[in-house]
């Protein structure tokens, strides 16, 4: 039987199957449960995703049909591989340092570099930071420079002095004024001048024919003040929008000023909706490059750099980054960044070390040399579910640029608040989200390592910001989604360092077995997470052995943990026993039983937790 036979027969065995035959089924699994409630995931972004995909639901999708590398395609410029550069970020501004973590990054696996060049000031400095460096085999990047024309002389001094190839040269310059309108409330000089930089810059770099973006489009800024993904992708189009326009009108080509940007996007741990940004980005900005009618088909194209978002990472449980990373770092290389930048998992509370660095660097050469994701040129091409995700934020991600766009563009809109509104309104609801453990942040709202102490580990605040100055229009926040409540528990770690009694919970549980477990492992969790001490002795055989166990535990919150059925002659005994001797004793019910709740309070009961406690404001209202 020759193959086609074998195929024949094999799938005869296997009739096609509807879509309505599908629902049917999923119907009647259901047995009467909402299938819109149960199995429809409504997305932070505004669209909803369904509990599967069908080849049916690629109909209609234009860009399907465009291979890698030609116009409008969602699927990257790589047309042999997925090779992308392995870049590390070197914020520290000692020349000597800098350099000698730049040395050492480049024999561990790295390609491309990222220099703060604040301190640059003087050719000797630039000299000794790129000390040993081969500048045509590793891309150059500056970033935090307090002037970037500076910062490009120091360079072609450099290249000059090093007799060297200009064209060889590779890399770019983080100048982005609009970010700097937007996280300072005001341009670092005025909108002429910052542009009038942008167009030495340009004109300079095409003038010595050096491979350098000039301009890079910061949109992970927007996700580290807790944007969404449509946000971050409207706002970053929208601010490339500004850059094509004002640098054309000066007399630059479109297809000179689009080769001069580098996207710089944040990527977090939503994987799918991660990869399919970056195949909605790259459709989006063709579509824009294409109204100024350039003349080469490659401006249209778009080159993405990727990093880590610094906005769910946290202090506890750091190791807990580690896995958040890997999963941000293989998401940028499914989606076909060019460049990806993975922070170490330290960098929320720490200079990162040796250590640190070490791991994120290997993590993208694991996903290279192990999972050998740079051999395959565009790994989720055809994946129902990514395309129609893909599809969904280029219409909503388009629909609000154009609403940007229609209010006079990207800097009228910060001048306005626009988007520090938007993003505000996001980053308050992810903010709820997670105080309310609808979204979970391992070791942090949930699961909480108890044992674990951070306050001594702490040398650098990731979340320190400068006094506030007066500006001329709103600033961006940037900052971390675990930040209030790591708070909680680094406040008593601090409480207890300076001498004071570690809190204590002590859970009292009697009754039903079932429920009494359950809610004392949520009352652990629930309290674990503000760092307090949880005690759970034996349960008695009486109420008064419970209660007296709880006074002798001289905790300053006893939980009571039943079930709700019993609440009601458990609770009033137990908040009178002890609170006639302890006045000041806080007794909490683990549960919500709404039918006496106010009945429960009058007899002594202080609070309740539940799963739809705001874990930040509960833990500060019963804060001892």
Same mark, same amino acid.
């Given at each position: 039987?020759?193959?086609?036979?074998?195929?024949?027969?094999?799938?005869?065995?296997?009739?096609?199957?509807?879509?309505?035959?599908?629902?049917?089924?999923?119907?009647?699994? &259901?047995?009467?449960?909402? !299938?819109?409630?149960?199995?429809?995931?409504?997305?932070?972004?505004?669209?909803?995703?369904?509990?599967?995909?069908?080849?049916?639901?690629?109909?209609?999708?234009?860009?399907?049909?465009?291979?890698?590398?030609?116009?409008?395609?969602?699927?990257?410029?790589?047309?042999?591989?997925?090779?992308? /550069?392995?870049?590390?970020?070197?914020?520290?501004?000692?020349?000597?340092?800098?350099?000698?973590?730049?040395?050492?990054?480049?024999?561990?696996?790295?390609?491309?570099?990222?220099?703060?060049?604040?301190?640059?000031?003087?050719?000797?400095?630039?000299?000794?930071?790129?000390?040993?460096?081969?500048?045509?085999?590793?891309?150059?990047?500056?970033?935090?420079?307090?002037?970037?024309?500076?910062?490009?002389?120091?360079?072609?001094?450099?290249?000059?002095?090093?007799?060297?190839?200009? !064209?060889?040269?590779?890399?770019? /310059?983080?100048?982005?004024?609009?970010?700097?309108?937007?996280?300072?409330?005001?341009?670092? =000089? =005025?909108?002429?001048?910052?542009?009038?930089?942008?167009?030495?810059?340009?004109?300079?770099?095409?003038?010595?024919?050096?491979?350098?973006?000039?301009?890079?489009?910061?949109?992970?800024?927007?996700?580290?003040?807790?944007?969404?993904?449509?946000?971050?992708?409207?706002?970053?189009?929208?601010?490339?929008?500004?850059?094509?326009?004002?640098?054309?009108?000066?007399?630059?080509?479109?297809?000179?000023?689009?080769?001069?940007? /580098?996207?710089?996007?944040? =990527?977090?741990?939503?994987?799918?909706?991660?990869?399919?940004?970056?195949?909605?980005?790259?459709?989006?900005?063709?579509?824009?490059?294409?109204?100024?009618?350039?003349?080469?088909?490659?401006?249209?194209?778009?080159?993405?750099?990727?990093?880590?978002?610094?906005?769910?990472?946290?202090?506890?449980?750091?190791?807990?980054?580690?896995?958040?990373?890997?999963?941000?770092?293989?998401?940028?290389?499914?989606?076909?960044?060019?460049?990806?930048?993975?922070?170490?998992?330290?960098?929320?509370?720490?200079?990162?070390?040796?250590?640190?660095?070490?791991?994120?660097?290997?993590?993208?050469?694991?996903?290279?040399?192990?999972?050998? &994701?740079?051999?395959?040129?565009?790994?989720?091409?055809?994946?129902?579910?990514?395309?129609?995700?893909?599809?969904?934020?280029?219409?909503?991600?388009?629909?609000?640029?154009?609403?940007?766009?229609?209010?006079?563009?990207?800097?009228?809109?910060?001048?306005?608040?626009?988007?520090?509104?938007?993003?505000?309104?996001?980053?308050?609801?992810?903010?709820?989200?997670?105080?309310?453990?609808?979204?979970?942040?391992?070791?942090?709202?949930?699961?909480?390592?108890?044992?674990?102490?951070?306050?001594?580990?702490?040398?650098?605040?990731?979340?320190?910001?400068?006094?506030?100055?007066?500006?001329?229009?709103?600033?961006?926040?940037?900052?971390?989604?675990?930040?209030?409540?790591?708070?909680?528990?680094?406040?008593?770690?601090?409480?207890?360092?300076?001498?004071?009694?570690?809190?204590?919970?002590?859970?009292?549980?009697?009754?039903?077995?079932?429920?009494?477990?359950?809610?004392?492992?949520?009352?652990?969790?629930?309290?674990?997470?503000?760092?307090?001490?949880?005690?759970?002795?034996?349960?008695?055989?009486?109420?008064?052995?419970?209660?007296?166990?709880?006074?002798?535990?001289?905790?300053?919150?006893?939980?009571?943990?039943?079930?709700?059925?019993?609440?009601?002659?458990?609770?009033? =005994?137990?908040?009178?026993?002890?609170?006639?001797?302890?006045?000041?004793?806080?007794?909490?019910?683990?549960?919500?039983?709404?039918?006496?709740?106010?009945? /429960?309070?009058?007899?002594?009961?202080?609070?309740?937790?539940?799963?739809?406690?705001?874990?930040?404001?509960?833990?500060?209202?019963?804060?001892?």
């Amino acid at each position: 039987m020759g193959l086609k036979d074998q195929q024949k027969k094999l799938f005869s065995e296997f009739p096609p199957v509807t879509t309505d035959e599908w629902e049917e089924k999923i119907k009647a699994d &259901l047995k009467g449960a909402d !299938y819109q409630k149960k199995l429809i995931w409504r997305t932070d972004e505004g669209f909803d995703v369904k509990p599967y995909y069908r080849a049916e639901d690629l109909q209609g999708l234009e860009y399907l049909q465009s291979l890698p590398e030609e116009y409008c395609s969602s699927r990257g410029n790589k047309t042999i591989d997925n090779k992308w /550069l392995i870049r590390q970020d070197i914020p520290i501004r000692n020349v000597e340092e800098a350099n000698r973590i730049a040395l050492d990054a480049l024999n561990q696996g790295a390609d491309a570099l990222s220099f703060c060049a604040i301190g640059i000031t003087k050719h000797k400095q630039m000299n000794r930071l790129l000390a040993g460096i081969d500048l045509s085999k590793t891309n150059i990047s500056f970033m935090s420079s307090r002037s970037y024309p500076l910062t490009l002389e120091l360079l072609i001094y450099e290249i000059i002095h090093r007799q060297s190839d200009f !064209y060889k040269i590779s890399g770019s /310059l983080n100048f982005d004024p609009i970010s700097y309108l937007l996280l300072h409330g005001d341009f670092y =000089t =005025t909108k002429e001048n910052n542009f009038d930089e942008a167009e030495y810059l340009v004109n300079t770099i095409e003038k010595k024919q050096l491979n350098l973006r000039s301009i890079t489009i910061n949109g992970h800024y927007f996700r580290e003040a807790g944007s969404t993904i449509v946000q971050e992708l409207a706002f970053s189009l929208a601010s490339a929008n500004e850059y094509l326009y004002e640098l054309t009108i000066r007399g630059i080509s479109i297809d000179t000023v689009a080769r001069h940007l /580098l996207f710089s996007f944040g =990527t977090g741990s939503n994987y799918f909706l991660e990869i399919a940004k970056l195949r909605a980005a790259r459709y989006l900005w063709a579509k824009i490059v294409e109204k100024y009618h350039p003349e080469q088909q490659k401006s249209s194209e778009m080159f993405i750099h990727s990093t880590t978002t610094l906005w769910n990472k946290t202090i506890y449980d750091p190791y807990v980054n580690m896995l958040r990373t890997a999963t941000e770092g293989m998401a940028a290389a499914i989606g076909n960044a060019d460049s990806i930048s993975v922070a170490p998992f330290d960098i929320a509370f720490a200079e990162p070390g040796e250590f640190s660095a070490r791991i994120a660097r290997n993590q993208q050469l694991i996903l290279k040399e192990e999972a050998y &994701l740079d051999k395959v040129i565009d790994p989720s091409a055809g994946s129902y579910f990514i395309e129609n995700l893909t599809h969904s934020l280029v219409v909503h991600s388009w629909e609000l640029f154009l609403s940007i766009e229609d209010k006079g563009g990207f800097i009228e809109c910060i001048k306005s608040g626009f988007v520090q509104d938007e993003i505000e309104v996001s980053c308050r609801k992810k903010e709820t989200d997670i105080a309310l453990r609808k979204s979970i942040l391992v070791g942090t709202n949930q699961h909480p390592n108890l044992a674990e102490s951070m306050l001594d580990k702490i040398s650098a605040d990731s979340d320190k910001t400068d006094p506030e100055t007066p500006s001329k229009f709103k600033k961006l926040n940037l900052s971390r989604v675990a930040h209030s409540i790591e708070k909680l528990r680094l406040d008593f770690e601090k409480s207890v360092a300076s001498g004071r009694k570690k809190p204590a919970v002590y859970l009292l549980t009697y009754g039903d077995i079932t429920k009494r477990k359950a809610r004392a492992n949520f009352a652990t969790g629930f309290f674990g997470c503000a760092g307090y001490e949880v005690i759970e002795p034996i349960t008695f055989k009486t109420i008064e052995e419970s209660i007296k166990s709880a006074l002798e535990s001289k905790a300053e919150i006893v939980v009571i943990c039943s079930s709700d059925e019993e609440y009601a002659t458990i609770a009033p =005994t137990v908040a009178q026993g002890l609170k006639n001797v302890n006045p000041g004793i806080k007794v909490i019910v683990a549960g919500f039983p709404k039918e006496i709740i106010d009945s /429960l309070k009058q007899t002594g009961v202080d609070d309740f937790i539940h799963l739809g406690s705001n874990l930040v404001e509960t833990l500060t209202r019963v804060r001892v």
